[in-house]
């Protein structure tokens, strides 16, 4: 790995929301590392912390949140090229807003209608960041989003500079986002759950886009999403994340042809593909815990049919699989009973894998 | 699940619906879609946001008066001006869940009220105790537990919510459920759940569904039938493996090439086929039904027809 270098480095996060009910222990212990050109998907159910770790990595967490610990450390260069490294957590909002926010980490959010404002010109939106950040004029940052709303795929950009956000399609406004997010040209695009409030056709059309812009510009992106459809076509990396926790993270090849983690297997098998045939889906009992209450031992115990006594005292470490591959649960130790993975996955993947070209039960 | 009958329970025919906004402007949100759901088959209906799919839904429940076309639900044209006896039947024999149950559920009355709502208004019960009994029943049906009766909706989780959303179409037995992206506001673990739950209600009391979704791959999974929509058009219909194996229309096919499947190596190789209406010079006014087969239809002229099939 010494070609690439380390743009982000998360290490032991623990993060906890005042709320009038008690505290919120939404984070709890997180480590994950970002390389340059990259693309890390974090999968998780609502209430997970995905969200919540991307923010804390952008420095906008909301203002009940406490950092109870860790650190974020992100590194890039500076104009005259010389490397800086910071934590995230020392450093106050304000910093953050000036030297990394939208310059140096863009964010796209799910939602594209909410994310512009609809009373300025598209136009004015895409120049916006580049005037304040970079200082350019203003017929410098005109020509420069010309170029960039061309980049992300909007035919009459010119004319485009003028509309509104309401005049425009869903696909064409998230390409708007995109735009955005690039035009202070940064080493890192958080995009948190970038195609939810789109259909198909035009999600795969923005995921290739960014695909393509990633490519070509050799940034790190982090996907935040639920649906992993999406993370099978654009993640190098997955970590999946359960009850502020990174239960199961590899290569995507090893999370989706081998998942150890029985939430993991919970999550793949909930999702049919084209070709499940079964009476039932295999479903994942109960629903996500709610944080407020914290109990000892694995989180996800009590969703757990292959739970172990051991799940209710103690949680479990992280266990080594291949370099690449861990997963936090106590079925690997080597004292655990051997369990196998529902059957429905195990044929499901054993269809995937023949799909691929990867022979079936030859690893 | 096979139809179990040949005489449908719902048939579509010509469904207009348009949406003036001034004297100039119309809505055409559904233009003469045609199609029959039998009794106790699931019927898919898929397409892009503003394809008309939920005004399809809401039409046929007669939420909103259809602009033209016909609706026989169960043998009594339903698409006119309703008799109070057709309002009747209407309202007990066809019921909607919707997408979001939050935002569907009264958040001022306790969930048995919400459940039994239809069964006071149409003076089902004789009492108080046949009533409870009735709602205690059907939470157990759905999940629940007869003691969340004395709940609010706010004190349950989004996939609990949605099972009380479902008992409440179930109190009043109806043959047809309108299920308009009943399950696009849940997580994926909850959604399987709901899913599990409606092919089990579906095999017990012989319910037919109106399953309208964007989610492909969870259509094709419930789905007997599908109708594929663009535009106000019902473009193409026929059985699941009609559709999925051999489709016809270049819209259908690329919105089946955009379903992302979680198969990393398989889907990093893969880019969807891009369809662009105005340019393809497509124009689906001009189309006519055409068979293609079994229970398979599309919509294109003569010519189209010829090329594509």
Redesign the interface.
Known sequence: MEEHDKILSVRGLDIAFRTTAGSVHAIRGIDFDLYRGETVAIVG??GSGKSVTMKAAMGILASNASVKGGTILFSYTHADGSPETVDILKKDKKWIRRHINGKRMAMIFQDPMTSLDPTMTIGRQVMEGMIWHFKVTKEEAYRRSLKLLQEVGIVDAEKRMKNYPHQLS?GMRQRVVIAIALSCNPDLLICDEPTTAL???????I??LIRRIQRERGISVIYIT????????V?DYIDVMYAGRIVEKGT??EI??DPRHPYTW?????????D?ED???????G??PNLLYEKPGDAFAPRNPYALKIDDRLGPPMFRITDTHYAATWLLDRRAPKVDMPPELRARIAR?KK????IAGNE | MPATSDIPLLKVEGLRQYFPIDRKYTVKAVEGVSFCIYPGETYGLVGESGSGKSTIGRSVIRLYTPTAGKIVFGGQDISGKLTKSQKNLLRTQMQMIFQDPMASLNPRRKVGDIVAEGLDIHHMCSGAGERRGRVEKLLEKVGLAPEHAERYPHQFSGGQRQRVGIARALIMNPKLIIADECISALDVSIQAQVVNLMRDIQRDTGTAYLFIAHDLSMVKYISDRIGVLHHGYLLETGTKDEIFEHPVHPYTKSLLSAIPSPNPIVEKKRTALSYDYAASGIDYAKGTDHLVGGTHHIRCTDKEFGEWA
Do not use: W
């Not at chain 1, 259909?199 to 059309?205: G, N, P, R, S």
């Not at chain 1, 919970?266 to 593909?273: I, N, R, T, V, Y």
């Not at chain 1, 009476?279 to 009992?285: A, G, K, Q």
């Open positions: 159910e609502s869903g259909d198909v056709t035009i999600q795969a059309m995921l290739e639920h649906d992993l459809g999406v993370v099978a076509k993640a995507a090849n989706f042809y919970g999550l793949l098998s909930a999702m049919p593909d084209l499940t009476e039932r889906l295999y479903t994942i009992p629903s996500p995937m799909e691929a070209g990867l």
